[in-house]
């Protein structure tokens, strides 16, 4: 990571390099320790890479660059776990998600999925687990079946998935600005964002739960010892977050992928040194928050393999017939956005990790006339069908933690709990889109 930011500020290309074949050694020596599917897409990138270069040879620039901005993608995951171990034990993290389950209950929903949103650019995906913890009783019994606490975690999930719309810290986002130069990050962050927000009142008000999962009608799961004040702090120190890595991205002139790695240690490091000791020193704490880089070992090769198998399957396209109908502006046009914002969440339904069919479409469309001449309707299309996928696909983190939390398979969580609201976002988000696209953006 540290040779991949001087080579980005260096504007070294050989430091880069360097990160990204350091990055292939990093996945050989973690080999044992990744899950079967991170251990497949590893295997499937390095044969799709081998091959490129077999037949394809003077494309081998292009996939290193592939390889290089994998890195990026593998070290923004890795960061994002650093930060989450000391946000997860800190009290006004708890208080915070206190707070929001504080509400009347046919506020509570809304209370949760919009700050559940905020606190997961911080907190990520932690901020689900921390809902369910929170509605677990006291008394230890078995409450997973319970709709109303359900409806919680539910919303909790989904105002996590929905960050990943907007956030420049989130990897969707990372991958779409990567894979579509000409697009301005921040008319897609102030576009995106407008979105989200419209969805957090829709939604607030309309949950699109299933029967499983109801809004209480009385105050169950209701917590009474939530503070605003921590909250206020909390979505505070979320902003500064955000502040910063846009101030670094528009000050160096980096990436938004390696603001974040950027920001995100050094964030990490000062929230250590201003929380709490309780008589643990900040070496000790130190050491395990780095040990926490190693918690998303498997998601990171997943997102390093998928950006090179992304590149190998544009080379392939490319060398295809048809190519020039896709690059001379045969596909310029509404219907293929909207084709991809169905067929991105498709592919994840169906278990294929949501990078593989975004960093596709980005790295194949990113090029052509429709990149060229309407980036910000491409970008909506990837960033929102990323938040979309996560929230169809059986295998996403997301779903895997609302399935254990609610004791039904993840699957059931994806294809049944959470189909009337991926379709309702889908109509709105191609109704924008389609608004984008007419406008000329």
């Not at 590893?42 to 081998?50: D, L, P, Q, R, T």
């Not at 697009?183 to 949950?207: C, E, K, N, R, Y």
């Not at 080379?315 to 896709?326: G, M, Y």
């Amino acid at each position: 990571m540290l040779l991949l930011i001087c080579g980005a500020i260096l504007h070294t290309t050989v430091l880069s390099k360097l990160a990204a074949i350091l990055s292939v050694i990093w996945v050989a020596t973690q080999w044992t320790r990744l899950i079967p599917l991170a251990r497949l897409f590893v295997g499937i990138a390095a044969a799709c890479f081998a091959l490129c270069i077999l037949l394809w040879p003077e494309a081998a620039p292009r996939l290193m660059t592939a390889l290089v901005q994998g890195t990026g993608f593998a070290g923004l995951m890795m960061v994002l776990g650093l930060l989450r171990q000391p946000v997860k034990r800190a009290e006004v993290t708890r208080e915070a998600a206190e707070y929001l389950l504080s509400f009347r209950p046919k506020h509570r929903y809304g209370s949760v999925l919009a700050g559940a949103q905020f606190m997961a650019l911080m907190f990520n995906i932690g901020i689900i687990a921390m809902i369910g913890d929170l509605t677990q009783p006291t008394d230890g019994r078995d409450v997973r079946h319970d709709p109303a606490r359900r409806a919680m975690v539910m919303a909790a999930m989904r105002g996590a998935a929905l960050v990943s719309i907007w956030s420049p810290m989130s990897l969707g986002f990372a991958i779409v600005t990567a894979g579509v130069p000409t697009i301005d990050p921040m008319q897609l962050i102030a576009v995106a964002f407008g979105f989200t927000a419209l969805l957090l009142i829709l939604s607030g008000h309309f949950p699109l739960l299933p029967k499983a999962a109801q809004l209480p009608t009385e105050d169950v799961c209701k917590s009474e010892t939530g503070s605003v004040l921590s909250l206020v702090k909390v979505l505070g120190a979320s902003a500064l977050l955000l502040m910063l890595t846009i101030t670094l991205h528009r000050t160096l002139a980096l990436s938004f992928t390696l603001s974040a790695v950027v920001v995100l240690p050094v964030f990490s490091l000062i929230w250590l040194a201003l929380e709490p000791s309780r008589g643990v020193a900040y070496g000790e704490r130190l050491r395990s928050a780095l040990a926490a880089l190693a918690d998303l070992r498997s998601e990171s090769a997943l997102f390093l393999s998928a950006n090179v198998i992304g590149a190998a399957l544009s080379l392939v396209i490319q060398a295809s017939p048809l190519w020039p109908l896709l690059s001379n502006g045969g596909f310029a046009s509404l219907p293929t956005l909207i084709l991809c914002l169905f067929a991105i969440p498709l592919a994840a339904a169906l278990y294929l990790p949501n990078s593989i069919m975004v960093v596709l479409t980005a790295q194949v469309l990113g090029p052509t006339v429709l990149g060229q001449s309407h980036p910000l309707a491409l970008g909506l299309t990837l960033c929102i069908g990323w938040a979309l996928a996560i929230c169809v696909n059986p295998i996403s983190a997301m779903n895997l933690i609302v399935g254990r939390f609610c004791d039904v398979p993840a699957s059931r969580v994806a294809h049944l709990w959470n189909v009337r609201f991926v379709a309702v976002t889908f109509v709105l988000a191609a109704l924008l889109i389609g608004f984008v696209f007419q406008l000329g953006g």
